[in-house]
Nanobody
Framework: QVHLVESGGGLVQAGDSLRLSCTTSGGTFSAYVMGWFRQAPGKEREFVAA????????YYTDTVKGRFTISRDNAKNTMYLQMNSLKPEDTAVYYC???????????????????WGQGTQVTVSS
């Protein structure tokens, strides 16, 4: 089973950019659909974006479309989330998650993913 570790979070100002990375080990990275989720204080974990095993298909929640870009490099066993034009409401702990490649990227429920990283904090000040 693949092991996930997020990095790249931090404190930025509104309008700034960040790139999150999800580095994997211990499994066949290309065998998994990958997703990004986030959880703000006092709120439920929510879907941000997902990418198919080969990277050819992506899906975003409406609130980040046009600002965030999900990508993956299977040769490096790493997934990325490029976040531009950040807003204070993007503040949350961001998690990467994995599920087997035969699952749909359009299923956005956290319960659909069974492998999770530990999370990385993103804080956007106004």
């Amino acid at each position: 089973q693949v092991h996930l570790v997020e990095s790249g979070g931090g404190l930025v100002q509104a309008g700034d950019s960040l790139r999150l990375s999800c580095t994997t080990s211990g499994g066949t990275f290309s065998a998994y659909v990958m997703g990004w989720f986030r959880q703000a204080p006092g709120k439920e974990r929510e879907f941000v974006a997902a990418i198919s095993w080969g990277g050819g298909s992506t899906y975003y929640t409406d609130t980040v479309k046009g600002r965030f870009t999900i990508s993956r490099d299977n040769a490096k066993n790493t997934m990325y989330l490029q976040m531009n034009s950040l807003k204070p409401e993007d503040t949350a702990v961001y998690y990467c998650a994995a599920r087997e490649a035969y699952y749909s990227i359009y299923d956005t429920l956290p319960s659909g993913y069974h492998i999770w990283g530990q999370g990385t904090q993103v804080t956007v000040s106004s």
